[in-house]
């Protein structure tokens, strides 16, 4: 499929991105996520374990399209440049940004997980925010 490079303004309207992280050997890896955008800016939340945050940490070159709930491609895809949030503050920001978007399906959700959470008896897992920014042109 197509690259655009830019910005993101395309990406208005989708509920989730494919998002393309790649290996050390250079090859990629494809995954769905849920995401929201503010001020030219994608944001989504991963766990600390996850494939894509190792990725990420190894190269913050990554590829995003429009895609459905099950990952099928919509659209083109754009470059960008990926970054881990560590300051309270970015978390914070990410975490109200991704909130506001999917409103009452966001809050579900998170409900219904702690909820298993407790009846598991399991810690409440950490989760890790990430700011896309378009790559340079």
Known sequence: MQTQTA??????????????????????VVTP?????????????????????KRIRHTARVTLAP???????????VEGKARILREVQEQAFAEKTL???????????NGLMGALRVLRRR??????????APAET
């Open 7 to 28: 910005d993101f303004t395309y990406l208005h309207g989708a509920n989730y991105i494919s998002l393309t992280t790649f290996r050390k050997s250079g090859e990629p």
């Open 123 to 132: 810690p409440k897992p950490e989760r890790v925010y990430v700011a896309i």
């Open 33 to 53: 996520v849920w995401f929201a955008e503010q001020d030219g800016t994608i944001y989504f939340y991963t766990f600390p374990g996850a494939g894509k945050l």
């Open 99 to 109: 909130a506001k978007k999917y409103g009452i399906i966001w809050h579900s959700y």
């Open 67 to 77: 895609c459905t709930l099950n990952g099928k491609v919509t659209g083109p895809s």
